[in-house]
């Protein structure tokens, strides 16, 4: 039983999960029923002498690099201030955070010295996006609450857009104020939750792997599932009739799916032609096999999906109006069924698994943007680290440790060099002097360039459509730019 959800959000320095970082973090914890069990609260967080902040982030915060710089706290006493909000037996839930947030969060902790994922499953843990969770309801329960629109009559989904028109951003901070975004976002979730519990409750049990995999498998000779997901586009209703007959691997999250929109045997015909021409990148083939109708679902990824039997006739009503055709779509599950229980089944497995192979990453230069590409922590590995974010900081300067995993001895100068510099040796002062004038001068990665904030700024400078406190923020950023320390 899981007894707390921790809503949270991050304003950032950019959009870069990797080379950017928070510079504002905001939380609520709120009981199981979406109760708070206090006001939202914010923290600001400085960035290290390595990072420059985005002025187009800065547009859309509105936090002035030398607020944050001033007032913030430092990363590593971020990940401390996470370690202690992320306690055992809770869920980690945010708004679009599975894309955005929790991946600033696996960073954060790798930077520090942390499992970046243990914060995820550990001790009862798990993560919630209700940002899914909103498009169903969209699609399944519309009537929960009022939808934005573009001027295209086209739904909106963003919070800054549903919370205004649903009055939940009432009392509150402008929105992209972190305490703000989780507040909005926590009564977002009660307000649906309210709307219907059944419903709601059939949403959050999806962060389990376990009860998706139950649900699949017990539909392997069934009527197939809907999945809900954006990646389906408002064309096609942010819905797939999907049948799911087989996973990838035994020890693979990943289960096969074919959109019962395409025809089996037109997709069989392209999957063969696609093998065929196997110089093809990963990438490309799991595009082009995304145009014949095969995807995967990953069952650790919160997919949001439903009995397709269960469907409300108005529910098939309003998804008809984007071209589902519920009798052609059984017709070609019941050619599938047929399939499964043919030599042709043994082939199809082949070909999907060869279609939707994983290509290997090779490991970058600079260690900050390996966390994807670097495995999993040893056994060995997670003892070494345990003790370190609770070590004196000089005394961390005197201990030589030796990782199965070849990444940390550098992550860990790094920590030193980014939260207690005044630990570092001299030696170990103009190597990080080094490598912080490789980051900031371009080499090898532009992403964290002196260059790219002065071209974003130049474009954001000769934008027509300013108003005049943003061109008041960007002139702040530049003076604040323009005084410091020469790389």
Same mark, same amino acid.
């Given at each position: 039983?899981?007894?707390?959800?921790?809503?949270?959000?991050?304003?950032?320095?950019?959009?870069?999960? /990797?080379?950017?970082?928070?510079? =504002?973090?905001?939380?609520?914890?709120?009981?199981?029923?979406?109760?708070?069990?206090?006001?939202?609260?914010?923290?600001?967080?400085?960035?290290?002498?390595?990072?420059?902040?985005?002025?187009?982030?800065?547009?859309?915060?509105?936090?002035?690099?030398?607020?944050?710089?001033?007032?913030?706290?430092?990363? /590593?006493?971020?990940?401390?201030?996470?370690? &202690?909000?992320?306690?055992?037996?809770?869920?980690?839930?945010?708004?679009?955070?599975?894309?955005?947030?929790?991946?600033?969060?696996?960073?954060?902790?790798?930077? @520090?010295?942390?499992?970046?994922?243990?914060?995820?499953?550990?001790?009862?843990?798990?993560?919630?996006?209700?940002?899914?969770?909103?498009?169903? #309801?969209?699609?399944?329960?519309?009537?929960?609450?009022?939808?934005?629109?573009?001027?295209?009559?086209?739904?909106?989904?963003?919070?800054?857009?549903?919370?205004?028109?649903?009055?939940?951003?009432?009392?509150?901070?402008?929105?992209?104020?972190?305490?703000?975004?989780?507040?909005?976002?926590?009564?977002?979730?009660?307000?649906?939750?309210?709307?219907?519990?059944?419903?709601? @409750?059939?949403?959050?049990?999806?962060?389990?792997?376990?009860?998706?995999?139950?649900?699949?498998?017990?539909?392997?000779?069934?009527?197939? +599932?809907? &999945?809900?997901?954006?990646?389906?586009?408002?064309?096609?209703?942010?819905?797939? %009739?999907?049948?799911?007959?087989?996973?990838?691997?035994?020890?693979?999250?990943?289960?096969?799916?074919?959109? $019962?929109?395409?025809?089996?045997?037109?997709? *069989?015909?392209?999957?063969?032609?696609?093998?065929?021409?196997?110089?093809?990148?990963?990438?490309?083939?799991?595009?082009?096999?995304? &145009? +014949?109708? +095969?995807?995967?679902?990953?069952?650790?990824?919160?997919? *949001?999906?439903?009995?397709?039997?269960?469907?409300?006739?108005?529910?098939? /009503?309003? $998804?008809?109006?984007?071209?589902?055709?519920?009798?052609?779509?059984?017709?070609?599950?019941?050619?599938?069924?047929?399939?499964?229980?043919?030599?042709?089944?043994?082939?199809?497995?082949?070909?999907?698994?060869?279609?939707?192979?994983?290509?290997?990453?090779?490991?970058? %230069?600079?260690?900050?943007?390996?966390? #994807?590409?670097?495995?999993?922590?040893?056994?060995?590995?997670?003892?070494?680290?345990?003790?370190?974010?609770?070590?004196?900081?000089?005394?961390?300067?005197?201990?030589?440790?030796?990782?199965?995993?070849?990444?940390?001895?550098?992550?860990?100068?790094?920590?030193?060099?980014?939260?207690? @510099?005044?630990? !570092?040796?001299?030696?170990?002062?103009?190597?990080? =002097?080094?490598?912080?004038?490789?980051?900031?001068?371009?080499?090898?990665? $532009?992403?964290?360039?002196?260059?790219?904030?002065?071209?974003?700024? !130049?474009?954001?400078?000769?934008?027509?459509?300013?108003?005049?406190?943003?061109?008041?923020?960007?002139?702040?950023?530049?003076?604040?730019?323009?005084?410091?320390?020469?790389?």
């Amino acid at each position: 039983m899981r007894v707390q959800i921790l809503w949270y959000d991050y304003e950032t320095s950019g959009r870069d999960i /990797a080379a950017d970082r928070p510079v =504002q973090v905001g939380w609520q914890v709120t009981d199981p029923g979406m109760e708070p069990h206090d006001d939202s609260q914010s923290l600001l967080v400085r960035l290290p002498d390595d990072v420059l902040p985005s002025p187009g982030a800065m547009l859309v915060h509105q936090i002035l690099p030398e607020v944050h710089q001033h007032d913030g706290i430092s990363e /590593a006493e971020l990940a401390n201030h996470l370690d &202690e909000l992320m306690e055992p037996k809770t869920v980690v839930a945010g708004y679009n955070s599975r894309a955005f947030d929790d991946r600033f969060t696996q960073h954060i902790f790798y930077r @520090s010295l942390r499992d970046p994922y243990a914060w995820q499953y550990a001790d009862g843990r798990a993560r919630f996006d209700l940002y899914p969770v909103v498009l169903s #309801y969209f699609v399944l329960a519309p009537q929960a609450i009022r939808w934005p629109e573009d001027q295209d009559g086209r739904p909106r989904f963003k919070l800054d857009r549903i919370g205004p028109l649903n009055q939940l951003d009432r009392d509150l901070r402008r929105a992209h104020d972190a305490s703000a975004d989780v507040a909005v976002t926590a009564r977002l979730a009660r307000q649906l939750a309210h709307y219907d519990a059944d419903f709601f @409750s059939s949403c959050l049990k999806q962060i389990d792997k376990h009860f998706v995999t139950d649900q699949i498998r017990a539909d392997g000779r069934g009527e197939g +599932l809907l &999945e809900v997901t954006p990646y389906a586009g408002w064309e096609q209703g942010f819905t797939r %009739d999907l049948w799911i007959p087989f996973r990838l691997s035994e020890r693979s999250n990943d289960y096969v799916a074919f959109d $019962l929109r395409n025809e089996p045997e037109t997709v *069989m015909n392209g999957l063969i032609a696609l093998v065929e021409s196997m110089e093809r990148s990963a990438v490309d083939l799991k595009r082009q096999a995304g &145009e +014949l109708g +095969l995807y995967t679902v990953r069952i650790n990824s919160q997919p *949001m999906l439903f009995r397709r039997a269960a469907l409300e006739t108005e529910v098939k /009503a309003r $998804l008809q109006a984007f071209g589902r055709d519920e009798i052609i779509q059984n017709r070609h599950l019941d050619v599938w069924h047929h399939i499964q229980d043919s030599p042709a089944f043994k082939q199809l497995y082949q070909l999907a698994l060869a279609v939707l192979r994983e290509e290997p990453q090779s490991m970058p %230069d600079d260690v900050d943007f390996a966390l #994807y590409t670097g495995g999993f922590l040893s056994a060995a590995d997670k003892d070494l680290l345990a003790g370190l974010p609770l070590m004196n900081p000089d005394a961390l300067g005197q201990i030589d440790p030796v990782f199965d995993d070849p990444r940390y001895g550098e992550l860990l100068f790094r920590y030193r060099a980014r939260n207690f @510099s005044h630990s !570092l040796s001299q030696a170990e002062w103009r190597r990080w =002097q080094k490598t912080r004038r490789e980051k900031l001068t371009g080499v090898g990665s $532009l992403k964290t360039s002196v260059k790219r904030i002065e071209n974003e700024l !130049l474009e954001l400078s000769q934008r027509g459509d300013l108003e005049p406190h943003q061109t008041e923020l960007l002139q702040r950023f530049t003076v604040w730019l323009d005084h410091q320390p020469p790389v």
